[in-house]
């Protein structure tokens, strides 16, 4: 375990622990909804809570998101991403696209070539408007866990861990559009016409380049070390009552040896 975190790269933290927006580049929205709260809270003192509604225009859709220019990811790249997101039991149910977390492209037009978003009672994770990558139910009123591994690539291929379990094998998957670069956005972005009020959370997002980066708790437990037998049949490491035994084996042969010496 300490090996594995010694080797591993934390690129960047956007986990609200500053008390503020200041871990992330750029609000794509409105500031005053997109507020840093201490309840509800997955990890530490602070997570974030995003609030949308009707009418709220930003970058040409109704959205408020967090963006993070700064660390673009192109082509060949290979990532590790963690979050967690809380919807509340108030979180509306509409048969249009809701997207909560993105990798948006660098063009200007289309749909992100990755993106987790609800539609009625499903979260799901898209490529583009059209192929549906995974699905499961949406369960309001907990915290969900998002681990998904990414190769940037026109080729490119995803894993996914949800809620501490394999959702989902590499998968083919193009996850970057030619000769463009991606970045990531968080918040709550939704189809237009969507008249209720959408509230949500998000806390802990990190990116690295292993999962002991992002989610250590998800890495297999260390092997238990076999126990080594000696020639005299006693333990050679451990607890006290092996080490006791092999002491005393060792003065006794001592003394025998001793008496030879002493009769010859």
Known sequence: ?????????????????????????????????????????????????????????????????????????????????????????????????????????SGCCGSPPLAFAIRGEQVRLMHGDDQLVWSAPLVRGVWHDFVIHVRWSVNGWIELWYDGKKALDQTPVPTIYAGEFNYLKQGLYWDPTISSV??????????????????????????????EKTSLGFSSGGCSHSGRGTMIAVAILGLVVFALRRRG
């Open 1 to 105: 375990m300490i090996r594995l975190l010694l080797l591993s790269t934390v690129l960047w933290r956007g986990d609200f622990e500053t008390g503020d927006l200041s871990q992330w580049d750029r609000v794509d929205g409105l500031s005053s909804m997109l507020t840093v709260v201490s309840s509800p809270v997955h990890q530490g003192s602070y997570a974030l809570r995003v609030e949308l509604h009707q009418g709220q225009i930003s970058s040409s859709g109704t959205r408020n998101e967090l963006e993070l220019g700064s660390v673009p990811f192109v082509e060949g790249d290979e990532y590790w991403y963690a979050w967690s997101t809380y919807f509340p039991g108030t979180f509306p149910s509409n048969d249009k696209w809701q997207v909560f977390t993105q990798w948006h492209h």
């Open 198 to 227: 959408g509230v949500l959370v998000h806390d802990r997002t990190i990116i690295g380049t292993t999962m002991a980066d992002v989610a250590p708790e998800l890495l297999p437990p260390p092997p238990t070390p076999a126990v």
